[in-house]
């Protein structure tokens, strides 16, 4: 195991499509979150699961947006109908413990254009 | 009021000098801070994570943490131009990171 994978790296789409994105993290990870980052701005958080449950979402994220996390291994991002202000990178991190402490990596990332 | 702060910079530095970079944090009951380095374009890197007050070293890199002035610092010493990226300060207060909006630094050869 590498690292954390997510596909695709680059995906454009037109405003009003849905799209979906996916991420395999560390095998021996429990944890998982998603990150959304645009340019000269930090990540900001969208969401985490903890094995398959979904323990907290950003107020920030509208309806559009969902995740899961089907058994605690992989987990997707979905977007509905998007608009241009969803262009950015989309960053999936894993860390491997409960409770804080425990140090993420993040994937490569998916980089998000809407036109 | 931001959860961690970060001068954005530009940071420049000339090569074989040491880096200064700070974090400042707003929730006292965070426990665990981590740098991070990005270079343009690409997902952001763990380079250095601090649980305890005090220095930890890690080769050129040492993070410090004061929790009482809630302030965390990366120092870079023998600063190379490889070094010249987005760092990004995040906190743990037991849930999410919570991450600054980075420095950027440029090691000019």
């Known amino acids: 195991d590498t690292g954390v994978s997510q596909n695709p790296r680059h995906k454009i789409t037109k405003r009003g499509q849905n799209v979906t994105f996916r991420c395999d993290p560390i095998?021996?990870?429990?944890?998982l979150y998603w990150y959304r980052q645009t340019l000269g701005q930090g990540p900001e958080f969208l969401t985490y699961?903890?094995?398959?449950?979904?323990?907290?979402k950003s107020r920030l994220l509208s309806d559009r947006f969902s995740a899961e996390r089907p058994k605690g291994s992989f987990s997707t991002l979905e977007i509905q109908r998007t608009e241009q202000g969803d262009s950015a990178m989309y960053l999936c991190?894993?860390?491997?413990?409960?409770?804080?402490?425990?140090?993420?990596?993040f994937g490569q990332g998916t980089r998000l254009t809407v036109v | 009021q931001k959860e961690v702060e970060q001068n954005s910079g530009p940071l420049s530095v000339p090569e074989g000098a040491i880096a200064s970079l700070n974090c400042t944090y707003s929730?006292?009951?965070?426990?665990?801070f981590f740098w991070y380095r990005q270079y343009s374009g690409k997902s952001p890197e763990l380079i250095m994570f601090?649980?305890?007050?005090g220095d930890k070293e890690d080769g050129r890199f040492t993070a410090q943490l004061n929790k009482a002035s809630q302030y965390v610092s990366l120092l870079i010493r023998d600063s190379q131009p490889s070094d010249s990226a987005t760092y990004l300060c995040?906190?743990?207060?037991?849930?999410?990171?919570?991450f600054g909006t980075g420095t950027s630094l440029t090691v000019i050869p």
């Open positions: 991190a894993s860390s491997g413990h409960q409770g804080f402490g425990t140090e993420a990596f």
């Open positions: 095998s021996e990870h429990n944890r």
């Open positions: 699961f903890q094995n398959e449950a979904q323990l907290e």
């Open positions: 929730d006292r009951g965070s426990q665990s």
């Open positions: 601090i649980y305890s007050n």
């Open positions: 995040a906190v743990n207060p037991g849930n999410q990171f919570y």
